[in-house]
Structure formats: structure tokens, C-alpha cells
């Protein structure tokens, strides 16, 4: 069950490591104005303001897998206790047969 755990949470944090990098790489344009000092690449172009910036990033998508995550964390841990539940009864009832048996022999 703990492997079960650590599997979700390391492909989730290498999942968003990777969506991260693949952000941050500079394409072809960049790559070549990187060389430029800042205050040559400010000389070379206007850009104007247009307003503020859209979120890049879609927050339904990011809240629906939140939720998935939480009702799967719930329903294993569900699963964890009623096995824990079962294993307790097996228990109950092995020392009470064993009493019954050492009061009766």
C-alpha cells in the first residue's frame, strides 16, 4: 500500500517537474536574444502595453485533479482500514476461541 502511495506522489511531482521544463525552454527567438545585453535587446524593440496578462495556466482542469487525488487518497485509505478492520476481527476472534478453550480444557 505505501508503494502504492509513493508511485502516486513521485509520477505526480516527475509530472509536474517535467510540464515545469517544458515551460521554462527557450525557443529559437530566445535562445538567439539571450546573447544581447539587456539593455540592447530594450533598444531593438517596442513592445507596447496591452492590459494585464492572461493566466496561462487553466485552473478547471488543475481543480478537477485535485479532487481525483483527494477521492483516491480517501478511497485507499478507506481500503487500508477496512483491511486493518478485518484483521482486528481475525484477531478478536482467534483469542477469544483460544480463552474459550483454556477455560473449558
Not at 509513493?6 to 511531482?13: D, K
Not at 513592445?47 to 496578462?53: C, D, I
Not at 478537477?64 to 478507506?78: D, P, S
Amino acid at each position: 500500500m505505501r508503494a502504492l502511495i509513493a508511485i502516486f506522489v513521485l509520477s505526480g511531482t516527475l509530472f509536474s517537474g517535467a510540464v515545469a521544463l517544458a515551460q521554462d525552454t527557450p525557443t529559437g527567438d530566445e535562445a538567439t536574444t539571450a546573447q544581447e545585453t539587456p539593455s540592447e535587446e530594450r533598444a531593438a524593440q517596442f513592445v507596447g502595453v496591452t492590459g494585464p496578462e492572461a493566466e496561462s495556466v487553466p485552473g478547471g482542469p488543475l481543480l478537477l485533479g485535485a479532487y481525483a487525488i483527494v477521492w483516491i487518497l480517501l478511497f485507499l485509505f478507506l481500503m487500508r482500514m477496512r483491511g486493518l478492520q478485518r484483521q482486528t476481527a481475525e484477531e478478536l476472534e482467534r483469542l477469544s476461541a483460544e480463552i474459550r478453550a483454556a477455560e473449558g480444557g
